[in-house]
């Protein structure tokens, strides 16, 4: 987030050029090798397998089996961009086929194949299949669809395909039709995405409760700015300490009062409800028996959310809501004991563990509701809509609601992009910033490792007063270049690389700044020669309870003084080993907890020379 918005709100867009122009001083070779000897290869690097998996470059490196099958043509239409391939359709005999070799990488845990089909036929049977079209990974049929599958909109499929690890396969797909009636099956936006290594993200064995997994249902009233439902939790302890209670952040209760909260949380199955804490917005819930190590638990409860006026990151303007940290999460605790800390409107409180959210959100068809995760919608009753959205291994869940003018591409990298405007935002500022993120979000993965959520969704609206607000696969932000990009980078520094926002703000305003810098093809030169430190007490790894009471110095120096220190730290490296430092320290914390202590040891071990006097000239504390 940035709180105060002065970056440059331009709507020009990011092009391919301006990323390759950055360029930087080379290391010399022999310094770099004895750098290079301290690093500590990763065992799994986050990478998209699937290459051109939109169709929008063409039609390399697919093979197909005629040059009308990858198409742009009319009579079907693209999931995002202009392109898509078209297999069958044609009403005779006919077979089509589509392949690409891809490499899934060793080391790597999980492996998903997602694409996006639309099936739709001539056909008037219910009960047999004439047509059909078939996807095989190697010699593994993963599924077969047929005329009986047709739909009136695409949906995606999804895959496991794990097991195919430091394997070089055939990707296919073969559609055959009978001799009458046409079925055409049109895909888009493939993907295989690979994330986790062998060896799990480096862990504060104290760190608990883990791996969460919510489930929730909830139903809008005609706006979209009363939400109400039902919200259930599953959760293990992971520490050594027996669990007997866990509290849940009631976060968007700031924006309200204790007598009239906008968040409201009732009938508690799975323990028992204590008192509202922290302005309302922590309630603890005890246990019936306490956990031990490795044992699970489920907390349910009613909730319901009224979203307040205001174009906020929770909040409406007009007829949009914008509905940031308004599912209650479960709070952390490590061996500093529970992090029940205030909600800061300067920057982000927000800390908590990766999770697995299933979210149901029915809602009026009038209404778009972009959302984190991968979403599909589905008929509800009379006039309504039912968008049931996923997401794993994500920090928290946000969606927003209203009349939006949507626009969809897929970046060169094969990341579906959805740009979702408010009324007065002109076609063609939303045309550049979806140019912007697909560039960005391309660079960002280029640099940290790839994309991992999917579809990424951009909501917006020239009247937030924040600037921008990052959510997992989700950003709310102003027409800018530089905001969108700074946003998107968000998605890996808290996202993926994820930090107690509270206590430790640089390490994800400060990282997403340099990477912002680093996409916008900014070398930062000379930009520490500006600093000067306001007292003694002021340092870059200060937190948010210190920022809050001298909040005219929260950006400058997390955000602006912050980035300059990445910038000198990889003059101190080498462009080289400081790009590895931070590829390597992403994928070896890929949904896991940065700390400043464990990236001053990373940098340590990235270079012979001894960063000490480094670190306190730049006032970074472990």
Known sequence: MRSTPHKALGAGFLTVAALAALSLPVTPAAAQQARDKHAAPADCTPVQAVTNGGFESGTSPWTASASSVITSRSGQSAHGGSSYAWLDGVGSTHTDTLTQSVTVPSGCSSATLTFWLHIDTAERTSSTAYDRLTAKIGSTTLATYSNLDKNTGYVQKSFDVSSFAGQTVNL??????????????????????????????????????????????????????????????????????????????????????????????????????????????????TLPTPLNQGQTATIGFDLGITVPSGADRFGHDGAFSFIGNALPVLAVRDGAGWHLDP????????????????????????????????????????????????????????????????????????????????????????????????????????RFGAYPYGELDAVIDNNYWFGGMEYPGFVLDLVSTTALTHEIGHQWWYGIVGDDEYTSPWLDEAFTDYATDLALGKTGSNCWSSVSWASSAEKITNSMAYWDAHSSRYSTVVYDYGKCALHDLRRVLGDTAM?????????????????TAEFKAAAQAATSTDLTSFWTQHRIDS
């Open 579 to 595: 790009a590895k430092l931070l590829k390597d320290y992403a994928t070896a914390h890929w949904y896991g907890v940065s700390t």
């Open 343 to 446: 909600y800061t409107n300067n920057g982000e409180s927000f800390y908590s563990l990766a999770a697995d959210f299933k979210v149901t959100l029915d809602h009026p068809s009038t209404l778009l509701v972009p959302a984190t995760g991968t979403s599909t919608d589905t008929p509800g009753s009379s006039g309504r809509t039912v968008t049931t959205a996923t997401a794993a291994k994500v920090r928290d869940f946000a969606w927003a609601a209203g009349p939006f003018t949507k626009i969809s591409g897929t970046s060169p990298g094969g990341v579906p992009v959805n740009i979702y405007s408010v009324s007065g935002i002109s076609s063609s500022s939303a045309q550049s910033m979806l140019s912007t993120a697909k560039t960005a979000v391309d660079a960002h993965a280029g």
């Open 172 to 285: 296919s797909f073969t559609g055959t039709e009978d001799s009458s009636l046409q079925t055409s099956f049109v895909l888009d936006d493939v993907a295989l995405d690979t994330s986790g290594g062998t060896t799990p993200p480096p862990a504060d064995s104290t760190r608990t409760p883990a791996a969460p997994s919510y489930t929730v249902s909830l139903s809008s009233d005609t706006s979209g700015t009363v939400w109400n439902g039902h919200e259930s939790a599953s959760f293990t302890n992971a520490s050594a300490t027996a669990l007997g209670e866990v509290y849940i952040r009631l976060w968007d209760n700031y924006h309200g009062t204790c007598s009239a909260m906008p968040i409201k949380v009732t009938n508690v199955t799975g323990g028992t409800a204590g008192d509202l804490s922290v302005d309302c917005t922590a309630l603890k819930i």
